[in-house]
């Protein structure tokens, strides 16, 4: 049984766990400090929802909702230097 022998397989996955979370926590960390609400305000907020999350939350924040997030701010920032904006942002006057 070398998968539970110590030192090896099941010690070594046990490990990668604690790593990836410790960098999921601190890349939202990152975004938080680096991410102004003013400049990037859906990468903001999804980064702070993720604050008192679980680790489930981190990591899905890590591989999908930050670049969810990072598309939306890019597209509203896209159309602010053409002069239109989203609908939804006409209506809340955001």
Known sequence: MA???PGRGHDL???????T???NRLFRAR???T???EVSPQEYAAAKSTARGTDNDRAMFV???Y????QRDRDVRAADARGTWPAER???GG
Request: proline share 3%; glycine share 0%; hydrophobic share 30%.
């Open 67 to 70: 670049e969810q997030a990072r």
């Open 21 to 23: 979370r410790t960098r």
């Open 3 to 5: 998968w539970l022998a």
């Open 13 to 19: 996955a046990k490990q990668r766990l604690r790593d």
């Open 90 to 92: 006409r209506r809340t």
């Open 31 to 33: 975004v938080v400090s």
């Open 63 to 65: 591989r999908t909702c």
């Open 35 to 37: 991410h102004t609400p």
